[in-house]
């Protein structure tokens, strides 16, 4: 049973910063990343890490996010730097599950920045 427990969302200002963790059990995940989806908007990429340590950035994050993981604890973190308004949404964890590929979502922090 692939569970996934998120933290770390919250109320900051615009140039803040927060760290989202998520930590994944029930088995071994070759991509882990975060997605986030805003009012009205359809869900999209953050940044993904694989397995070897590579990372994909969504253009608006390169720069001021970055996303790590530590395989020991099955855990993968997404540090936001000088935050905007714009990034103000739900984060959601996904990971991807070694050799079968089924994906798995968390259940969703709030991310709220203040202009």
């Known amino acids: 049973q692939v569970q996934l427990v998120e933290s770390g969302g919250g109320l900051v200002q615009a140039g803040g910063s927060l760290r989202l963790s998520c930590a994944a059990s029930?088995?071994?995940?070759?991509?882990m990343g975060w997605y986030r989806q805003a009012p009205g908007k359809q869900r999209e990429l953050v940044a993904a890490?694989?397995?070897?340590?590579?990372?994909n950035y969504a253009d608006f994050a390169k720069g001021r996010f970055t996303i790590s993981r530590d395989n020991g604890k099955n855990t993968v973190y997404l540090e936001m730097n000088s935050l905007k308004p714009e990034d103000t949404a739900v984060y959601y964890c996904?990971?991807?599950?070694?050799?079968?590929?089924?994906?798995?979502w968390g259940q969703g922090t709030q991310v709220t920045v203040s202009s």
């Open positions: 996904h990971v991807q599950r070694r050799f079968t590929m089924e994906d798995y």
């Open positions: 029930g088995s071994t995940f070759s991509t």
């Open positions: 890490i694989f397995s070897g340590g590579s990372t």
